[in-house]
């Protein structure tokens, strides 16, 4: 459990860094750039500078928060659990089931505090990005806090950085001849002249396959933040529909439910995706095998 935490937290700390984003121009509304408040000087870096967004602020509150929620559930462990650390073991417990069930127990075991990690980690933001006042407390004329998802800068790094632990992990259980060879190989236990015959085929299948593994963390970040920006989007111009504050209440309140569900859903579909694409290339455990 304390290794598994332990790799949980390093991702947290590598996700706390992400979501550089350019500044905000007089735009009503949430706009599509997540607006810099402050720059920091990187002192090994002449001349440059480090800007600090408010999905940058969001994110490492997010990542505060989770921290502190693993460091109380696991400071005193006893075998029987109870409270807090009965809550967080019956997550865990939960997650490790649906991702077994995905990619098989081998994988599972290893890669469990990725999983775990990520979507956790999306969870959160795309719920914190939907607490009151996020958005509508100021700095500078610029909003403090921003959904982290709702930043395509944060997604992408979520795309970029499960493609390359993806690349990582297919090398590592496969070596590098057999990645090669299942993207580029012959398919489906064919030999002979056959076989031959088909090879530029499926050579050119795999360019295709190519293709489509540079694309999915695109299509990865694309789908997240455009389900949250969206999102954050409309509770943003119901929250101006009516003057009073009953009338703001009534207004977000159906939609407020709704996005409740779509972060939820959105934070689980990253999480299949990215372990089916795994399952893919790599394979699963021969009970999971058909």
């Known amino acids: 459990m304390k290794s598994l935490l332990s790799k949980i937290y390093l991702g947290l700390v ?37 800007p600090i967004t408010n999905s940058m602020v969001m994110m490492t509150i ?8 693993l460091r109380l559930a696991t400071r005193k462990m006893e075998r029987v659990p109870s409270g807090l650390q009965n809550f967080v073991e019956w997550v865990f417990e939960l997650l490790y089931n649906f991702v077994e ?33 996020v958005g509508e407390i100021t700095m500078n004329g610029q909003p403090i806090f921003r959904g982290a998802n709702a930043d395509l800068n944060v997604t992408l790094f979520l795309g970029l950085f499960y493609t390359l632990l993806w690349f990582i992990w297919s090398i590592k259980e496969q070596g590098i001849a057999h990645f090669v060879g299942h993207i580029f190989g012959p398919k489906g236990g064919l030999t002979g002249l056959l076989r031959n015959l088909l090879l530029p085929v499926f050579f050119f299948v795999g360019l ?9 963390p695109v299509a990865l970040a694309a789908r997240l933040f455009g389900n949250i920006y969206a999102g954050e989007a409309i509770l943003e111009q119901m929250s101006i529909v009516s003057g009073s504050i009953l009338g703001n209440a009534a207004a977000m309140l159906p939609f407020m439910c709704l996005e409740i ?4 859903v959105q934070a689980l579909v990253f ?4 372990a089916i694409f795994l399952k893919t290339q790599v394979g699963g455990d021969e009970e999971h095998a058909h």
């Open 14 to 50: 590598l996700a706390s860094g992400v979501a550089c984003a350019s500044e905000e121009g007089g735009h009503h509304g949430l706009s599509t750039d997540a607006p810099v408040l402050w720059n920091i000087d990187l002192p090994f870096w002449p001349g440059h500078s480090l």
């Open 62 to 69: 997010a990542v505060v928060l989770l921290t502190i929620i």
């Open 101 to 133: 069930g995905l990619i098989g127990k081998k994988l599972a075991k290893k890669y469990i505090w990725y999983f775990a990690t990520v979507f956790l980690l999306i969870l959160t933001s795309n719920y914190m990005g939907l607490i009151p006042g």
């Open 208 to 216: 295709i396959e190519l293709l489509s593994i540079a694309i999915r």
């Open 261 to 264: 569900l779509v972060g939820f």
């Open 271 to 274: 999480l299949m995706l990215t």
